[in-house]
């Protein structure tokens, strides 16, 4: 047999090989989800995150049609876990639900054991936003009020939050050319309890517990994020949007690994869309005292490139 026609046979055997590969993915595509699906929750049980999974979980199978199976695997600030579902296939049964503070981890890592984008963000199902509340008598107590002393004294201001909440401030200073002292705390709670007993400025806080001191101990400032607030007290706050500046929100997301066919991405987020307005989850997530917040595939993916890009800016402010 001459070499031309060994290779003519060859390529047209790979050819072959190929449509019946491909057949075979969209058949398996086609039939998703067959079984159950292991849904890995990257901090430890009781937290924030596993009571959002074992809520969502609750009528997985009402919209999916198949039950999910949460598994707790923590450590590492959630990169373990998201690690575990790097080495799982690539086919929509593994599905991984984290959060902002792997990726601060990761970023702050000289050497980072994977790279923040080593995912395929699904969908966001909430989000954080960092809200700067004051004392209703102090200088900084109005945004315009904060510009002006913040000019005069710069550094002098402090502002103290948990790492992932100061993102915010940090990302929204450094683009308006303020100058402020940032303090980190562990927890929320321990700034907000500083704050309010007078040992900071101002506090860094989420949505949720603004809600909790607006507008009786404390005025909010602004809304660093670009996701509005709405509630008593927070009607004319202002959101980084607003001002004409780039906000960042700290997301529950929701991802597979990165080589998951787009399909099975587009159903996962469709019927995530669904199972969030399902009135058992609906209720359960408001008792939790969270909010629902969800931007489906592809807009999550892009929101989630944005957050990035703006936290590798703000992380070395902090």
Not at 85 to 91: C, G, V
Request: neutral net charge; hydrophobic residues 45%; proline residues 6%.
């Amino acid at each position: 047999m001459s070499m031309r026609r060994y290779l003519s046979i060859a390529l047209v055997s790979i050819m072959v090989l190929s449509l019946v590969l491909v057949g075979f993915g969209s058949i398996a595509v086609a039939k998703y989800p067959e079984k159950m699906i292991t849904w890995i929750a990257i901090f430890k049980a009781g937290g924030g995150t596993d009571r959002w999974a074992r809520v969502m979980s609750s009528a997985a199978v009402d919209h999916f049609g198949q039950p999910w199976h949460v598994v707790n695997i923590p450590g590492a600030d959630g990169i373990v876990g998201w690690k575990e579902a790097l080495k799982r296939p690539a086919d929509g049964y593994t599905i991984v639900q984290g959060s902002s503070t792997p990726v601060i981890a990761l970023l702050r890592e000289e050497k980072p054991p994977i790279d923040p984008y080593n995912i395929k963000i699904v969908c966001y199902v909430s989000a954080f936003r960092a809200i700067l509340v004051s004392k209703s008598d102090a200088p900084w107590a109005t945004w315009e009020g904060l510009k002006e002393y913040a000019k005069k004294n710069p550094g002098k201001l402090t502002v103290g939050g948990t790492t992932s909440l100061l993102m915010g401030q940090a990302n929204l200073f450094d683009q308006v050319g303020i100058k402020a002292t940032l303090v980190p705390y562990d927890s929320t709670a321990d700034s907000v309890a500083d704050f309010l007993g007078g040992h900071i400025d101002t506090a860094s806080v989420t949505g949720s517990v603004a809600g909790t001191i607006v507008p009786e101990e404390a005025v909010a400032v602004v809304n660093t994020s670009e996701i509005p607030i709405k509630g008593k007290g927070f009607e004319d706050v202002p959101d980084a949007t607003d001002l004409g500046y780039e906000g960042m929100a700290f997301p529950r997301w929701i991802g597979v690994h990165p080589d998951t066919p787009d399909e099975i991405v587009e159903f996962i987020s469709e019927k995530m869309g669904s199972l969030l307005q399902d009135k058992s989850v609906v209720n359960l997530i408001k008792k939790m005292g969270e909010e629902i917040i969800f931007i489906p595939y592809p807009e999550a993916k892009e929101a989630y490139k944005k957050m990035v890009e703006g936290m590798k800016r703000a992380i070395k402010l902090l």
